[in-house]
């Protein structure tokens, strides 16, 4: 989980570095400060478990930055939307700056499809209003990472610690 928050701080990071607009680069770097934080504690208290053993406290503790490290994840993957939507400039030449600006380009090709879908949808309630009931829910970073999930699957849990985790190989 640690690793994987790390990741996600790092992809946060470079998005925040290319994005266009200031007050989205500011709160995706938030988020991803926060999301470093909150990974720095898991990591620090998944050690002091592994030393101390089995406790209430402690797996209590545990959960509980599990889940506040989940949520964080979220909401760099929020901010990271809205950088997306409101532009991202070029990559440099380093891989990892390329595979994260394709990723964000896949994702914001599938919202601009959904909107376009959504635009020709002439299914209308008796205002004239477009009927949501029925209706896809907007494609997200989030979903896009869940779909990809799958793949992710095959790791095992204890990988080589060798291994330096790339931005964009685990996919959360």
């Not at 200031?22 to 934080?37: P, V, W």
């Not at 720095?40 to 209430?56: F, P, W």
């Amino acid at each position: 989980m640690v690793s994987h928050g790390q990741v996600v701080v790092k992809f946060g990071n470079i998005l925040a570095k290319h994005c266009l607009d200031q007050r989205c680069s500011m709160d995706l770097l938030r988020a991803t400060e926060h999301t470093q934080s909150i990974s720095s504690q898991l990591s620090i208290v998944a050690r002091v478990k592994a030393v101390t053993g089995e406790s209430k406290a402690s797996s209590e503790l545990l959960l509980s930055n599990v889940q506040n490290l989940i949520q964080a994840v979220q909401n760099v993957l929020r901010a990271a939307e809205a950088a997306c939507v409101k532009g991202l400039g070029q990559p440099s030449a380093d891989p990892e700056e390329e595979e994260v600006a394709a990723f964000c380009q896949q994702w914001r090709k599938s919202l601009t499809q959904h909107r376009a879908k959504e635009a020709l949808n002439s299914d209308r309630d008796e205002l004239g209003l477009r009927k949501t009931r029925g209706a896809k829910a907007e494609p997200t970073l989030v979903s896009l990472v869940q779909e990809q999930t799958p793949q992710s699957r095959n790791i095992p849990k204890h990988p080589n610690p060798r291994k330096e985790h790339t931005v964009m190989d685990t996919h959360m």
